[in-house]
Every structure is written in C-alpha cells, then in structure tokens.
C-alpha cells in the first residue's frame, strides 16, 4: 500500500509541472483527489488490511495526501499569478498618452456654487463658521425643535417629503434644523451660517423646483438686538448688489423668530425707481429674519432668559436667478452644459 501512495505522489507531482490553466488544473485534482479519484480508490483498498497495517497505511495517506494538496494550492497560486499578469498586459492604458484628435475643456464651477463660497467668504470675515448637517432630516429637528409641534398649522405650509416606512424622517424643508445642531454641538456664543439644499414636494414651473439651495444664519450672544440682525443684512446686501444698496424690513410670521421680519433690497437693476425684475416696487424680497424664539433656544440648550439671537434666511437659488438675470429655476437642476458653460 505504501509503495501504491508513492506512486501516486510521484504521478501527481510529475502531472502538476504541465499545467498551465485553471481548467486542466481542476480536471487533475478530481482526477486524483476527487470522490472517484485515485486517492479515494486507495482508501477504500485500506479497509481490507488487518488492524496494524490499515493503520500504518492510513498515517502514511495523510501525509501524502496532504502533500499532493500543498503542490495543488502552489501551482493554483502559479496559475492565477500567470492569468494576472496576461489580463494586466491585455487591459494597460499608457494614461499619458495625449488623446488624439480630442481636447477636453476646462471645467467651471455651479453658479450656485459661485455665490455660495462668495458669501462664505464675507461671513468667514465676519466670524461666521460654515455649519452642515444631514438632508435626510428627523421631525423633530426640522420641526418640533424649531417651534412648529405637530399640531402646528405651519406644517401644512411646507410640501414635505416623508420617507416611506419611517414617518419621523423627512427630507429638509429648510436648512434651519442646523440651528439647533449648532447650539448643541458648540454652544454658545453663536456665529455660523448654514449653506445647503433642500427638498419640497412642490410642482416644479420656472419659479419652482423640489430642490433648491438655502443660507441660513445664526448669531447667539448676550445683548443681542435686532439693530445687530439689520447691521449683518445690510453687510451682505451691499456685497451682493452694491454700495448703495437699501434694505427694508417688514413684519412676517415665522414660527422660530419673534418678532420675525420680511427683508427686502432696492431692485439692483432699476436702483429702487421701479421696473419689469422688481414689478415696479423698486424693491426684491431675498431673505427672512427675526429673533430667535425663546422655545427654539431652550431646545438648543440655550436660556433665553441669558441669551438672545436673530437667525436669517435667505433663499441661496433665488440670489443666484436674481444676479444672473435667470427666468427659469429649472435651468439650475436640469444638468444642461450649454446652461452651466455661461458661467
């Protein structure tokens, strides 16, 4: 019996050096180890051996099996390593090869983008940080902690996007929920600006679309007033629209300030004597404000009754349409490069 396994070793060893292939590889081993190979028909020969033999036998078809094994695995590594090696020849690129016949152009940046990281940079100067947090956004964060419980009616004005098998998440409605993130992650005193999109279920025409772009802002402190909240507007209409520009502030309703005001800059195209762009007020609504609601503070962890603050809106999508003369809100989605190259 010994002398049948060293022939068999000898048989699969001298075989393994003439592969060169997966396919020829696994037709050896079932040749050799499989159910039905020369290996099992030797072990089943060992059951007519007496006790002594069966068992000197047996150790001596382990090693040897094991060793026929160990020269299968080392030439799958040899085979494998070879199949590398042709497939990397047949799929290399020489990536500095200038393409012939083809110029790539240079690409731009979003004007959304553009007037994003111009205002980003007038709030850093400020002492603004640049805030984020997540779109996919819980109730209670875009909601109930801004002011607006369930039962509130300010939740029907906001299209909301609900995700199908988890009613407390929504899509953001707004980028305010960062105020509150913002109060809790850095406490207070506050200064930060929020850019970011946002998503309504809205029927999308050319002054509406289901995503759009926000800045929102926050500013937390003792003896904060509204005189400071008009200070900071009046700072980022001027850059936006030029020295001479005026702002003006109206009453509005909004759940999280109080009071909460409607801010408004003289028309940039007509200088405030009034025309097409402005509908002949002389005047553009750009942004929302107002002083932070003493429930919206308590829910950041701040006390009210040691700390006030003002937070602003203002509609990112909409400063970009009104800077660059744009008639149609879709245009800035839509992904069209003969739109996007303008800028």
Known sequence: ???QLDQLK???LESLQGVTDNDSLERLRVEIL???GKMAELMKAMATLGDEDRKAAGAAANEIKAAIEGAFATV???VESAARSERLGREWIDVTEPTIGVRSGMGNL??????????????SSMGF???????????????TALNIPATHPARDMQDTFYIEGHPDMVMRTHTSPVQIRSMQKYGVPLRAIVPGRCFR????DVRHEHTFHQLEGVVIDKGITLGHMKGVLETVAKHLYGSETQIRLRPKFYPFVEPGVNGEVTCFLCKGAGCRLCKKSGWLEVFGAGMIHPNVLREGGVDPDVYSGFAFGFGLTRLVMLKYGIDDIRHLEGGDLRFLKQF
């Not at 997540?134 to 209670?140: A, C, N, T, V």
């Open 1 to 3: 019996m010994k002398e």
């Open 10 to 12: 000898q048989f699969a």
């Open 34 to 36: 499989g159910r039905k």
């Open 76 to 78: 799958a590594g040899r």
């Open 110 to 123: 979003h004007p959304v983008t553009q007037v994003r990281e111009d205002l980003e940079d007038l709030f």
């Open 129 to 143: 940080i640049v805030a984020d947090g997540p779109e996919l956004e819980s109730e209670y964060y875009n909601f």
């Open 201 to 204: 279920n809205e029927a999308t």
